[in-house]
């Protein structure tokens, strides 16, 4: 990109800031179809018995290189390892980032990868058959699920680290919310175009939900690619590219241990997201396990009751942090998250109770996703490493994502799903804890 078209980026542009959120809506179908929906449901039917009469789990058991799990356990330990590489990678790959100014191809790579490896997701499908997960269930299922989890969170770093640099601090809270009810609202659309595609209509298999995931996450991402700038400060590098990635890591770390704000932001989202994202992969497993009765369809309505209430719930957070501020919003939202993971373990049995839970879930969700990304962005300091900056904080994301779903995978594995659920309340309170203990200043109350 020449000098010329660096210097026309003006934070505040609207088309800019459209492309930006254009992100949001191309890449949530992964979360939603992948993760939430589609994916567990087919993997819950293929790897588990259910009893005739009630409905309830009878088997559960899934075998893997002579290793015998709960089917649940393993998917989150499958999970959890691709977090803890994302949570390796990613910090150097954002140091080299920032280096070489390089942030939208890392962007676009991570995009790809994720989204091609959700399409490959196509040649899994109830039919393989058996509990056994033989070479051939490895090749398509494992290692497409595994790199498409990296692809997508390994973007999500690269994504968040543009907020700072098209938008002023006072427009972070609306513009994030914008971003993830776009979010919301896009991958809803998709999924309820495969449900008449595939259900309703019959007139494709329901496998073709994958291949429509990669089409659309890559489609969409072009209108983010196409107006998001390149090397936005017009770096250029000299030199070893790593040992410059390893530098620019190193500086911005530095700066990271003299913020008292940032590094305590840091320790209590590392806590309170570990909670919420876990519940968010985990809740259609427990759903299938718990709810006596649930039915396919259900799940669905619950899940589209999630993305249309995470909509509202992000505009809802935003506003009210206006008023409070943001740190007081999250307490809040965190305080609503406890109260439910108590009210699931204790009183969530039947399909309507669940739809009851499944709605707070949507409205605190939403909230808390979009105020903690646009949180943690107004904090930073004036930089030009905003990659480097997103990278420690999307490493408490994965660290605490990995600790989290390989928490609630042991959990179950030694006791039930549903003691894991209550499990979580512990991650929450300590989340809530340390966030009493961040600095307040005149952007972050």
């Known amino acids: ?40 449901i087919m993997y819950e039917k293929t790897t588990s018995i259910k009893d005739a009469v009630n409905g309830q789990t009878v088997y559960d058991t899934v075998s893997f290189f002579g290793m015998e799990f709960k089917n649940t356990e393993f998917y989150a330990y499958l999970v959890s390892l691709s977090y803890i590489v994302v949570a390796l990678v990613a910090p150097i790959l954002s140091g080299i980032a920032d280096a070489t100014g390089n942030k939208k191809r890392f962007l676009q790579f991570f995009c790809f990868l994720g989204a091609i490896s959700s399409a490959l997701l196509y040649f899994f499908h109830p039919d393989n058959g058996g509990n056994d997960f033989t070479p051939y269930h490895l ?98 590098v000299s030199g070893s590219i790593i040992r410059q990635g390893y530098k620019e890591l190193g500086k911005v770390w530095a700066d990271i241990k003299t913020r008292l704000q940032l590094r305590r932001y840091l320790a209590s989202y590392f806590m309170f997201n570990m909670a919420v994202q876990t519940v968010m992969i985990m809740a259609t497993a427990f759903a299938n396990k718990e709810v006596r009765g649930i039915q396919t369809q259900d799940l669905i309505i619950s899940i589209l009751l999630i993305q249309f209430l995470g909509i509202a719930g992000a505009f809802l957070f935003s506003s009210v942090s206006k008023k409070i501020g943001n740190l007081k919003t999250l307490a809040i939202a ?91 309340i512990v991650f929450f309170l300590l989340g809530f804890v340390l966030l009493l203990r961040v600095p307040k200043n005149e952007l972050v109350k």
Not at 345 to 361: D, G, H, R, S
Not at 393 to 398: A, M, N, Q, R
């Open 1 to 40: 990109m020449s000098l010329l078209l660096v210097r026309m980026l003006q934070k505040g542009d609207p088309k800019v800031i459209r492309a930006w959120t254009f992100y949001d809506w191309a890449n949530s179908v992964y979360p939603l179809v992948i993760s939430s929906a589609i994916f567990p």
């Open 139 to 236: 090749g398509m299922t494992i290692v497409p699920l595994f790199f498409a989890s990296i692809g997508y969170w390994g973007s999500l770093v690269y994504y968040n680290a543009y907020l700072p640099e098209i938008a002023e601090p006072a427009d972070h809270d609306r513009i994030s919310a914008r971003g993830f009810s776009m979010g919301y609202f896009g991958s809803a659309l998709l999924l309820i175009a495969i449900l008449v595609l595939t259900q309703f209509t019959g007139l494709l298999p329901i496998k073709t939900a994958f291949p429509l995931v990669g089409l659309w996450w890559i489609g969409f991402a072009m209108i983010t690619f196409r107006r998001l700038p390149n090397n936005v400060y017009n770096r250029k």
């Open 334 to 424: 965190i305080v609503v998250w406890i109260i439910l993971c108590a009210a699931v373990y204790f009183l969530v049995y039947l399909p309507w109770q669940f739809y009851i839970a499944a709605a707070i879930v949507g409205l605190v969700m939403g909230g808390i996703q979009a105020m903690a990304r646009s949180t943690y962005s107004k904090m930073l300091p004036e930089t030009e490493d905003h990659a480097s900056y997103f990278s420690f904080f999307d490493v408490s994301e994965k660290i605490g994502l990995a600790l989290g779903t390989f928490t609630f995978g042991l959990i179950e594995g030694l006791a039930d799903i549903r003691t894991s659920v209550l499990a979580l």
